[in-house]
Nanobody
């Protein structure tokens, strides 16, 4: 089992920044990648960014140049730094950890970009 706990969401003005954190615990050794997804009202969940254990990183086109995903292996925590936020970035952001024991998700953290 893998447990994921997200933090860092909230209300941000357009053009602002925030950093989301996702702390993993449990069967950490089974995780082979971590990522962030988001789901806006009325829309499907979509990938924002992902990072593999080997360090390969992937970003959605919509956030390229504005998002940075990073991982602190000592803390078993993955971060998503988002800059130049836009109203269309408003969504519930979910941490994801695919592993050899299954596909795990956090509870989600709401990010609202509004003035």
């Amino acid at each position: 089992q893998v447990q994921l706990v997200e933090s860092g969401g909230g209300l941000v003005q357009p053009g602002g920044s925030l950093r989301l954190s996702c702390a993993a615990s449990g069967s950490i050794f089974s995780i082979y990648a971590m990522g962030w997804y988001r789901q806006a009202p009325g829309k499907q969940r979509e990938l924002v960014a992902s990072i593999t254990r080997g360090g390969r990183i992937n970003y959605a086109d919509s956030v390229k140049g504005r998002a940075t995903i990073s991982i602190d292996n000592a803390k078993n925590t993955v971060y998503l730094q988002m800059n130049s936020l836009k109203p269309e970035d408003t969504a519930v952001y979910y941490c994801n950890a695919p592993s050899t024991k299954g596909d795990y998700w956090g509870q989600g953290t709401l990010v609202t970009v509004s003035s």
